[in-house]
T-cell receptor
Framework: GAGVSQTPSNKVTEKGKYVELRCDPI?????LYWYRQSLGQGPEFLIY????????DSGLPNDRFFAVRPEGSVSTLKIQRTERGDSAVYLC???????????????FGAGSRLTVL | AQKITQTQPGMFVQEKEAVTLDCTYD???????LFWYKQPSSGEMIFLIY??????QNATEGRYSLNFQKARKSANLVISASQLGDSAMYFC????????????FGTGTRLTIIP
């Protein structure tokens, strides 16, 4: 497709369970980002990939969170032993240079809403 | 200190009027970029406009313009001739070049256009 695709759009799970959230970026975009947006807040940076490697994972809150991008395209955000505080919308973005401004502009997906009961 | 501050949690504006959404930022970098995104109720973040710290002219993009005052560290978004479809959350964000490619976002302003 033409945009960033995220699945599932909604995920409800129980405390302590493992979840995976998938992101399919725009074809050809080498940079991929994960953000978390809690209710009433702006998106909060989690991790950034350039190609297959994590260039910056400083935003991951703890070792229960992990993300991979094995072939440099699709990425999966993995959350172990989920907690109620993990409930949020998880946004994925990929980037390219904007033709008008030259800026590295992020294009976001619609997000995966995670609810931990 | 907050890197991006948006002091207006919500704004109501009459249709066809202009509206200014405030954004101030905090950085010690000389090179940085400022972005505005729109988030409708559908949840997707839509890029609106960009201003580089070395750009001498204010950025414009259709009905959107960015009032960039570098000395004051402000980057306010101006929407002219507002439309009902402009009702959404608006986020200001910054990228600092000394770090990496990540964007830091403010808490947003909810804009409601009144018919």
């Amino acid at each position: 497709g033409a945009g960033v695709s995220q699945t599932p759009s909604n995920k409800v799970t129980e405390k302590g369970k493992y979840v995976e959230l998938r992101c399919d970026p725009i074809s050809g975009h080498t940079a991929l980002y994960w953000y978390r947006q809690s209710l009433g807040q702006g998106p909060e940076f989690l991790i950034y990939f350039q190609g297959t490697g994590a260039a910056d994972d400083s935003g991951l809150p703890n070792d229960r969170f992990f993300a991979v991008r094995p072939e440099g395209s699709v990425s999966t955000l993995k959350i172990q032993r989920t907690e109620r505080g993990d409930s949020a919308v998880y946004l994925c973005a990929s980037s390219t240079r904007d033709s008008l401004s030259g800026a590295n502009v992020l294009t976001f997906g619609a997000g995966s809403r995670l609810t931990v009961l | 200190a907050q890197k991006i501050t948006q002091t207006q949690p919500g704004m109501f504006v009459q249709e066809k009027e202009a509206v200014t959404l405030d954004c101030t930022y905090d950085t010690s970098d000389q090179s940085y970029g400022l972005f505005w995104y729109k988030q409708p109720s559908s949840g997707e973040m839509i890029f609106l406009i960009y201003q580089g710290s070395y750009d001498e002219q204010n950025a414009t993009e259709g009905r959107y313009s960015l009032n960039f005052q570098k000395a004051r560290k402000s980057a306010n978004l101006v929407i002219s001739a507002s439309q009902l479809g402009d009702s959404a959350m608006y986020f200001c964000a910054m990228r600092e070049w000394s770090g990496n490619e990540k964007l830091t976002f403010g808490t947003g302003t909810r804009l409601t256009i009144i018919p």
